[in-house]
């Protein structure tokens, strides 16, 4: 007789005290686990998104980039360089004009700028047969109209033309004493006037390209009082241009 004890397979039984507990330590774990495998998700879905909102934020950008450089080359076709972006923008608005002629019957540039200089307008002043013409430089709101005006009060006697493209719109009055006359259409004064004036109020050709063209250009800037008064006496002596007026 051996003195081992036998074996007994209920002595491998647990007790119900012991399989609950062990019930209870796997749950546990499993609940672990479980959590562990959501923050795990709860990362991925959330690295997930922050892609997602990278690339639309790299999208949007794409697209706005794209539809500034397509403005951009808009601009550029309607844009005059020479002229400044926002100038040009405020002209195409109608906040600035974009061109203003005033149209006289005297065929000298440098009288013109004479009478522009003395009646404190800046002008750039083209001579030609049919009649100078003064590109006005002070383009803002109604300066056009008060230049026109302070000429034809200053210079007692002379009558003027006004052209003004605002906006792409053209429009084009008679100005005497400094008051505002009869309004034309645009082709009536075309037609009365050099070829470079429908050029310049369109936009197709530039002063400085008249310039090279060998056009006579005067800058009232370019004179004091007593150089323009000076032109005055001269013209005067000579009989030419400005007949019928006189300085105010």
Known sequence: MSDDKDFN???????????????AGFEKEFENDTDTGDD????????????DNGA?????????????DAVNEAMADVVDPSAGFDNELAGLLGDKAK???IVTRIASADLLAAFCQLSDISAACIGANQGAV????????????????????????????????RADKL????????????????PVLFSSTPRFVEDLMLGIVSLNQLKTQGFEVVESADLDHDQA????????????GGRGSHIE
């Open 9 to 23: 397979p209920d002595d491998t039984h647990f007790s119900d005290e012991e399989l609950e507990a062990a019930l």
């Open 40 to 51: 795990d998700q709860a990362d991925s879905a959330a690295d997930a998104k922050s892609i």
């Open 56 to 68: 639309d934020a790299q999208a949007a950008d794409d697209i706005s980039s794209s539809v500034a």
């Open 99 to 101: 061109m203003a002629l």
């Open 134 to 165: 003064a590109v006005l430089k002070n383009l803002d709101g109604d300066a056009p109209e008060a230049a026109a005006k302070d000429l034809t009060t200053v210079v007692s006697g002379m009558v003027v033309i006004l052209a003004v493209n």
């Open 171 to 186: 429009e084009v009055s008679m100005i005497m004493q400094g008051q505002v006359g009869q309004t034309f259409a645009p």
């Open 229 to 240: 008064m000076q032109i005055l006496a001269d013209h005067t002596k000579r009989g030419r």
